[in-house]
């Protein structure tokens, strides 16, 4: 690749080059570490404060579910790729029930739609006419996109003292390229029989991206281990108030093999009541924050390491692979 020309989509830096343009190092955790960071490098994941209410995330989630009741094949539309990266997709999308050959699950039945900062401005002109259930609703998911990214640059400032610098690269301003990345993903699983013996919610992975925000869920299952595929699972329920901020293997690229906050291995366990012959739908809303000017070059390999091991008709596709979380 050439050199870095700021502003063009269609070229991006890799990690050794963007460490040279942001001038990205790490320093000792001991010396200068704020107790988030602390928290990330023991645990690989930091309890934070969550500005938006669970009300706040509800109506939205009602917003999303009026849509796909009332207006689906306009919300379909929200659909298309916002970059050349792996994964980089905005809008709605249908999931549905996958098993490998050997008949385990490799995808459950769900439907999802991520917000992108780049997907506002060709919504706002695409649906500008279209229905005002839409309309509301995609004005409500751009106040708590917006909200989330607030969180998450405070995130990465809470960084700065360790990881000199780290703001710019995944904060740039609009003379580097675009301002930022992420992907606000709302997601509904469907409700089903006990009887189905669904697999888990989330199959455990690492993140592809840079940084994610586990904001809001509204059933427990959520899990880490700080050790990776073989470490010890601790679960964290969703909290009034407070949210989850970790790294994913973009964050591990970006800085090198041996960066001090390693991404967390991670997924989500379906936890049926005793008794249950029926579950709900299981919603959840979570922030990825990328590098907007960076391509990490993750591999799929990377992310879910059983992979290497699967035939490909067994493959998570594209967006199980950026991330399953729920």
């Given at each position: 690749?050439?050199?870095f020309?700021?502003?063009?989509?269609?070229?991006?830096m890799?990690?050794?080059e963007a460490?040279?343009?942001y001038g990205?190092e790490e320093?000792?955790?001991?010396l200068?570490a704020?107790?988030?960071e602390?928290?990330?490098?023991?645990?690989?994941?930091?309890?934070i404060?969550?500005?938006?209410?669970?009300d706040?995330f509800?109506?939205l989630?009602k917003?999303y579910?009026?849509?796909l009741?009332?207006?689906?094949e306009?919300l379909?539309d929200?659909?298309?790729?916002v970059?050349?990266r792996f994964?980089?997709e905005?809008?709605q999308v249908?999931?549905?029930?996958?098993?490998?050959r050997?008949?385990v699950?490799?995808?459950d039945p769900?439907?999802?739609?991520?917000?992108n900062?780049?997907a506002r401005?060709?919504?706002g002109?695409?649906?500008?006419?279209?229905?005002k259930?839409l309309r509301d609703f995609?004005a409500d998911?751009?106040?708590?996109?917006?909200?989330?990214i607030?969180?998450?640059?405070?995130q990465?400032?809470?960084l700065?003292?360790?990881h000199?610098?780290?703001?710019?690269?995944y904060?740039?301003d609009?003379t580097?390229g675009?301002a930022?990345l992420?992907?606000?993903?709302l997601l509904?699983?469907d409700?089903y029989e006990?009887?189905?013996?669904?697999g888990?919610?989330?199959?455990?992975?690492?993140?592809?991206g840079?940084a994610?925000?586990q904001?809001?869920a509204?059933?427990?299952?959520?899990w880490?281990a700080?050790d990776?595929?073989?470490g010890?699972r601790?679960?964290?329920?969703?909290a009034?108030?407070?949210?989850?901020?970790f790294?994913?293997y973009?964050h591990?690229?970006?800085y090198?093999?041996?960066?001090q906050?390693?991404?967390?291995?991670?997924g989500?366990?379906?936890?049926?009541?005793?008794?249950?012959t029926f579950?709900?739908e299981?919603?959840a809303?979570?922030l990825?924050i990328?590098a907007?000017?960076?391509?990490?070059?993750?591999?799929?390999e990377?992310?879910?390491p059983?992979?290497?091991l699967?035939?490909?008709d067994?493959?998570p596709?594209?967006?199980?692979?950026?991330?399953?979380?729920a």
């Open positions: 690749m050439g050199e020309q700021p502003g063009d989509s269609c070229q991006f890799n990690p050794e460490r040279k343009f990205l320093r000792p955790l001991s200068f704020s107790e988030a602390e928290q990330l490098a023991e645990h690989g994941i930091t309890t404060e969550m500005p938006v209410s669970p706040e509800q109506q989630l917003g579910e009026i849509c009741g009332e207006c689906p306009v379909t929200t659909y298309h790729e970059d050349g994964g980089n905005a809008g249908r999931k549905e029930r996958k098993l490998s050997a008949g699950q490799i995808q769900k439907n999802l739609i991520h917000f900062e780049q401005q060709r919504w002109d695409e649906f500008k006419n279209g229905p259930i995609l998911g751009y106040e708590i996109h917006n909200a989330l607030s969180v998450a640059k405070h990465f400032q809470e700065e003292a360790t000199p610098n780290i703001s710019k690269a904060f740039p609009t580097t675009a930022s992420s992907f606000m993903r509904r699983y409700a006990v009887t189905e013996n669904l888990e919610v989330a199959k455990a992975h690492f993140d592809i840079g994610t925000i904001a809001y509204d059933a427990p299952g959520f880490g700080v990776g595929v073989k010890e601790t679960y964290y329920d969703t009034d108030d407070a949210a989850y901020f790294t994913g973009g591990k690229k970006l090198g093999r041996d960066a906050l390693q991404p967390l291995w991670h989500v366990d379906r936890f049926i009541p005793a008794g249950a579950v709900p299981r919603h809303i979570i990825f990328d907007p000017n960076v391509n990490y070059g993750v591999k799929p990377d992310t879910l059983y992979l290497a699967a035939s490909a067994e493959s596709d594209a967006d199980e692979q950026k991330s399953t979380v």
